[in-house]
């Protein structure tokens, strides 16, 4: 029998959407759903429409707009409002500022169950790190965006009766930029199905199955937005691409920046280096790790980073800007190499020296899979999930 009700909210719903934030959501309910009574509530997004049951867990669709992000956050939170009176749940879960107007709602109507602030990357931090070497009108508008959304956070954080999040980088940038207490945050980290990420032990046929060929592949996982760093991968390919020519960058994912990426790897003659895989379904993503030799991610800001953790699981050595999140889910020299953030030189280098040196990669990635199965795994966040919960819960009482 279920020992409480909980009502956990986010604007994507996550069984259709692969970010980190859904698939945190997914992977937790599986593994606490003997223990509770989960409903997840989305907006009405790729199509979802009518209650869904989906592994044990009810998915309910509150309008939204599915069309721009601003507006879909917007109405989204206006159903939420509308609706949470009728919300019978013992705990309620807010990822990033999907349920924003949540807590003055509660406050007027006089509900005092509590409700946990899950905070993944700190969006102040996201919005003072975009404000370096912005040079569009669109970065500008982008970053203004970034900026109410993190006073809308940042309101959200101090209404929590807890608050969660993903590594003690963003705890720290939570308590610069918005002031909680550091007795109300708990750290959970993301985690990577271990079991399904997995090192493949013929990288080869991987690399054919996808039309690599076999000469040296870079991987990319992520969305095409600015604090990815993408536009540092075009200047360390060049370098990369002049002593190993062979050299595919592989790239999955997809975003605003893309068409200014391409244009910018047509300008420099790169695009023949290049592969784009676009989205990927669920099932297909554990062999995209396993047809590269490195994974790249030349982010400027993370909080966390799952793909580094799933990279890792599959034993894969990570390259990567030593910034804060990044630290704490990739050891430095021994699971992958990190250098200087912004320095291209010495992310080109660190690429050459693992596409150079097979024994380096081979022990870079047998490390990065112990460290992950040992500290990072989808179990161990539902197990520390079920906890701040249930410790919720306590202090309501």
Not at 194 to 217: C, N, W, Y
Not at 286 to 292: I, T
Not at 327 to 348: D, F, K, M, P, T
Request: proline share 4%.
């Amino acid at each position: 029998m279920a020992e409480f009700r909980l009502a956990v909210i986010n604007t994507q719903p996550p069984h259709l959407y692969y970010g980190g934030v859904e698939r945190r959501i997914t992977e937790t309910a599986q593994r606490i759903e003997t223990h509770v009574n989960l409903t997840i509530y989305s907006g009405t997004k790729k199509g979802f429409k009518i209650p869904t049951l989906k592994n044990g867990t009810t998915l309910i669709p509150l309008h939204s707009t599915d069309k721009l992000f601003p507006l879909d956050n917007w109405s989204f939170n206006r159903s939420l409002t509308k609706r949470v009176a009728k919300i019978d749940s013992d705990v309620f879960e807010v990822h990033a500022v999907s349920g924003y107007g949540l807590p003055k709602k509660l406050r007027q109507l006089g509900i005092k169950t509590p409700f946990i602030h899950t905070i993944h990357g700190v969006l102040a931090d996201e919005y003072e790190q975009g404000k370096l070497g912005i040079n569009s009108l669109r970065d500008r508008v982008a970053n203004v965006f970034m900026g109410h959304l993190a006073r809308l956070e940042h309101q959200t954080a101090q209404a929590a009766t807890l608050i969660v999040t993903i590594s003690c980088y963003s705890l720290h940038k939570m308590q610069v930029h918005y002031g909680v207490e550091e007795s109300r945050v708990r750290i959970v980290p993301n985690g990577v199905d271990t079991e399904r990420f997995m090192p493949h032990p013929d990288r080869v046929a991987i690399k054919r199955q996808f039309g690599l060929g076999e000469g040296s592949v870079v991987l990319f996982v992520g969305s095409m937005i600015p604090r990815k760093g993408l536009f540092f991968l075009v200047e360390v390919a060049k370098k990369v691409i002049k002593v190993r020519p062979d050299t595919k960058f592989l790239i999955v994912g997809d975003g605003p920046l893309l068409k200014s990426f391409v244009a910018s790897l047509a300008e420099a003659h790169l695009l023949s280096n290049f592969v784009f895989l676009g989205n990927l379904g669920e099932a297909v993503f554990p062999l995209v790790y396993n047809c590269a030799d490195v994974f790249v991610l030349p982010s400027i800001q993370e909080g966390q980073g799952i793909v580094l953790l799933e990279a890792q699981a599959s034993a894969l050595p990570v390259v990567a800007f030593d910034i804060g999140g990044v630290n704490e889910a990739v050891q430095n020299g021994v699971s992958g190499l990190l250098v200087e953030r912004g320095c291209i030189v010495a992310l080109a280098d660190a690429l050459l020296r693992l596409l150079g040196d097979v024994g380096l990669r081979e022990r870079l990635g047998q490390c990065g899979r112990r460290f992950v199965v040992e500290n990072y795994t989808w179990a161990l966040c539902a197990k520390r999930m079920l906890e701040v919960y249930r410790e919720a819960l306590a202090l309501r009482r």
